[in-house]
């Protein structure tokens, strides 16, 4: 691990925020730091500032400069490196679109379920030497959940609580025929990358929140051209100005001993391999 600044104890943090599209720096004061994991590095060198009193870890999913595609992140590496900072709780913002016409762009959702529809993607710690097999009915953090509605509505971003996120591999967009389909099983959102990050999390009792910002309604939703990538960078542009600070009010609000259920997943297991 190196730093770009002089400190005489290795730089920590307790909370992570990984940054999506359009999502590429967060803190101001940093500490960078490049750390090596046993899956290579991270997509970024990650940053370490104070927020709200706070020590946060920032690293853009995608890279500063977008990249990877979302196929390529080393999800491993990310989670990896947050949590040999010390980070036990992950904030996840995302560019997301929508598969329903009342939750148009602009739309905040923290969704409580998601459909893997990734293929290939590596999405487990646990790969040899013994079997380990976790509980991911409820894939998200009950408490970073309420703590980002709770901060949403007081911001007045009125979010919706709740709904699927169905992860599809990408980087192509869906065809209007398999967004209709998605719509049909009563699936909400759909986005590239919650899969795996937040299985990866949950295999290092880390809490995991996603904040889905929707930036189009997708192609079978809307008769329209089809979804472009600039038309989600645009929309989330044109959010991130109320997005950066509800993350900073969720990150003030997220409480300091946790009492969710996600510290204990990996109570009893004989764990393969020594987490960090
Ligand atoms: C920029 S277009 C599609 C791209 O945007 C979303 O990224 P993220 O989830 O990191 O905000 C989507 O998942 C795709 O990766
Ligand atoms: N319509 C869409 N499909 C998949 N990922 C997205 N990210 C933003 N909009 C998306």
Redesign the pocket.
């Known amino acids: 691990m190196s730093s770009s600044s002089s400190t005489s104890t290795s730089p920590s943090a307790e909370i992570g925020v990984i940054?999506?599209?359009?999502?590429y720096s967060f803190l101001d004061d940093v500490t960078e730091i490049e750390i090596e994991t046993p899956y290579g590095p991270p997509s970024d060198p990650i940053t370490i500032g104070d927020l709200g009193g706070r020590r946060v870890a920032f690293v853009p999913?995608?890279g500063r400069d977008?990249r990877f595609?979302?196929h390529r992140?080393p999800y491993r590496a990310n989670l990896w490196a947050l949590r040999s900072l010390g980070v036990r709780q992950v904030l996840a913002?995302?560019?997301?679109g929508s598969l329903a016409t009342q939750y148009g762009p602009g739309t905040l959702v923290v969704p409580d379920q998601l459909v893997d529809r990734t293929s290939g993607r590596p999405q487990t710690f646990y790969d040899e030497a013994a079997a380990i097999h976790l509980s991911f009915s409820d894939p998200y953090c009950p408490t970073g959940r309420d703590t980002a509605l709770s901060a949403a509505r007081t911001a007045d971003w009125a979010p919706v609580d709740g709904g699927t996120l169905v992860?599809i591999e990408?980087?192509r967009?869906s065809t209007r025929a398999e967004s209709r389909w998605f719509a049909a099983q009563g699936w909400t959102l759909v986005?590239?990358?919650?899969h795996p990050e937040a299985v990866l999390a949950r295999e290092l009792a880390l809490c995991y929140t996603p904040l889905c910002?929707v930036?189009d309604l997708d192609a079978g939703i809307e008769e329209g051209e089809g979804?472009t990538?600039a038309e989600?960078?645009r929309v989330?542009t044109e959010n991130i100005g109320r997005l950066r600070p509800l993350v900073a009010d969720i990150v003030a609000n997220l409480p300091i001993d946790r009492t969710c259920p996600c510290p204990n997943v990996l109570d009893g297991m004989k764990l393969p391999i020594t987490l960090p």
């Open positions: 940054g999506g599209s359009g999502f999913r995608h977008h595609p979302p992140i913002p995302s560019a997301v992860v990408g980087p967009f986005g590239m990358t919650g910002l930036t979804v990538m989600v960078l989330f």
